[in-house]
């Protein structure tokens, strides 16, 4: 399913079988394989056109980074740097599993480059396509399902509109030359239909 790119960064039999059963779960909407897979077309974006530091950890996170996804839970960051720590991932790639849970409450100064770019690919779905982020936000309702509709409705807008009025919503010059507009337009129309 996912497999590495490099040889350093195979993953063991038992961690490849543990991520395919993670994603495979079925409450999964959006972040299931496709979500992970996105996020390595980035990596080799990155990699082509500024390079990472430290591609091999920052690879590890991609792979892990949801790999417990409970969306009633608050320890999902945790549990997954847990896990992959458990299949032989060093402390960086748990530090950058970690950074995930700050979604939306760092700032480009807050973290280092890699950091920057690994945190913007798994929130570069903002800036999509009006459809492809429509189809995203309509599989995060479905993953929030047993959040009764009002609540869901009112922190989903909140959380959306919050992002939008960041003076940065992308912490690498990158992804905020490259998606910025479209994403601020996306979150202007998708908080506008929470309201």
Request: charged share 25%; aromatic share 8%.
């Amino acid at each position: 399913m996912l497999l590495a790119r490099h040889a350093s960064l195979e993953l063991t039999p038992a961690g490849q079988a543990a991520l395919a059963a993670a994603y495979g779960e079925p409450h999964r909407a959006y972040h299931d394989a496709a979500h992970i897979a996105a996020l390595l077309r980035w990596f080799d974006v990155i990699e082509h056109e500024v390079g990472w530091d430290d591609p091999g950890s920052v690879y590890l996170a991609i792979l892990f980074h949801d790999a417990v996804y409970d969306p009633l839970a608050k320890d999902n960051e945790a549990r997954s740097a847990d896990l992959a720590r458990a299949h032989g991932a060093g402390e960086r790639t748990c530090a950058l599993i970690l950074l995930t849970a700050r979604h939306g409450a760092l700032a480009p100064g807050d973290v280092d480059r890699d950091a920057a770019h690994f945190l913007d690919a798994d929130t570069a779905i903002l800036g999509a396509a009006p459809a492809v982020f429509d189809a995203y936000d309509a599989a995060i309702a479905r993953e929030y399902a047993a959040v009764p509709a009002a609540q869901f409705r009112a922190g989903r807008g909140r959380f959306l509109a919050d992002l939008r009025d960041r003076p940065r919503i992308f912490l690498s010059e990158l992804f905020h030359g490259r998606l910025d507009a479209a994403a601020r337009a996306n979150l202007t129309r998708a908080a506008a239909a929470y309201a």
